[in-house]
């Protein structure tokens, strides 16, 4: 998103707003997911509430963690919008075989993640 | 999520109005809490809709257990506010730092020089007199109020405002000396002592902070401290 986005009165609203992009692709037609924070434990990067808001292509906003579980759950993303079913997911660094990534901060993060419908 | 409850999110924002979106983690059923008036879009039952008021007032999203169902709590408290009075040198980093933390940052100066669109691209002036405007405005608990003209014409009568609203946090530019002088102004405008304790003065962290851009960092990182761990911090 520009970093100075401006509406016509000349007033802006927070930077950085994944909600808001995901609205605009879904006005462009486009297919979107939102994966939800829902629970840590340890010391996971990003509190519950964090969101990552995925366009069909592939294009992102937002984060789940710091960067290190993001491929993963733009790839769970894409196969929750060809279900249509919400999904999920949990990483940890005691769970690389499942996903084959994890955080090396040892922490544990639940990741729900659900169409745009 | 059905987009009908992402645009109403937004709106809701806009207004600034909380709002909390439970989800029901088993089967996906979702609904829109009010924690203000504890109404539900469905309807939710009340053990739900007490743990959204929880929830909402500790700013914090999480899972709770309600009647054997694991629900997600996910909580949009209003944006966060910022009031600069005084559109002076340090106020340029200061609106774009906090601009990119999260914060929607008004500028007010009546002094159109300091306040003008060149200086502050896409950031909303305000140019009316200080104190007209923010006692014009509900100062909540997700608002910061920081003065930095020098000038007591134009700080002290704000500062009053603020310290009779709940904002979060006010901090005011200035040297111990000058800042011993404005508690002087305000004791004489009739403030207390417990108001007068709530401005944070010489304003910022003490990290050695010299050009506006540090300084700027210093007074953001005194609000990210206020607003995360509590006046006591």
């Excluded at chain 1, 016509?8 to 997911?33: F, Q």
């Excluded at chain 1, 592939?58 to 249509?84: D, M, N, P, T």
Aim: charge should be negative; charged fraction near 25%; aromatic fraction near 4%.
């Amino acid at each position: 998103m520009a970093e100075s986005h401006a509406d016509s009165n000349g007033t802006d609203d927070a930077a950085i707003d994944p909600l808001s992009a995901a609205l605009a692709w879904r006005s462009e037609g486009a297919a979107v997911a939102l994966a939800w924070v829902v629970e840590t434990w340890g010391s996971a990067p990003r509190p519950p509430g964090s969101v990552l808001a995925i366009r069909e292509d592939g294009r992102f906003e937002g984060s789940v963690s710091g960067g290190c579980i993001e491929g993963a759950v733009i790839a769970a993303a894409g196969q929750v919008l060809e279900s249509r079913q919400p999904r999920l997911l949990e990483f940890g660094v005691s769970n690389a075989q499942a996903w084959e990534v994890g955080l090396s901060c040892g922490g544990r993060i639940k990741v729900y993640v659900e169409p745009v419908e | 999520m059905k987009q009908a409850l992402m645009e109403q999110l937004v709106a809701d924002r806009a207004a600034r109005r909380a709002a909390v979106v439970a989800t029901d983690l088993g089967d996906g059923r979702q609904c829109i809490i009010y924690p203000e008036t504890g109404n539900a879009e469905p309807e939710a039952p009340a053990p739900v809709v007490e743990a959204a008021q929880k929830a909402a007032r500790d700013d914090t999203s999480g899972v709770v257990e309600c009647a054997g169902r694991r629900v997600f709590l996910n909580v949009f408290n209003p944006a966060l506010r910022l009031m600069i009075v005084g559109g002076v040198h340090i106020a340029q980093p200061l609106a774009a730092m906090a601009r990119s933390a999260g914060y929607q940052v008004t500028i007010i100066d009546p002094r159109t020089a300091f306040a003008s669109p060149e200086r502050f691209p896409g950031v909303r002036l305000l140019t009316e007199w200080p104190d007209e405007v923010l006692s014009s405005i509900a100062l909540d608990s997700r608002t910061a109020v920081v003065t930095l003209t020098h000038d007591p014409k134009l700080d002290d009568a704000a500062l009053r405002e603020a310290l009779l609203s709940d904002a979060f946090y006010i901090g005011c530019l200035g040297s111990r000396k000058t800042h011993d002088a404005r508690l002087e102004r305000l004791r004489g405008l009739g403030l207390g002592e417990a108001a007068l304790s709530r401005i944070h003065g010489p304003v910022g962290l003490d990290i050695g902070a010299r050009s506006p851009a540090e300084i700027a960092v210093s007074i953001l990182a005194e609000m990210t401290q206020i607003l995360r761990r509590g006046a006591r911090a």
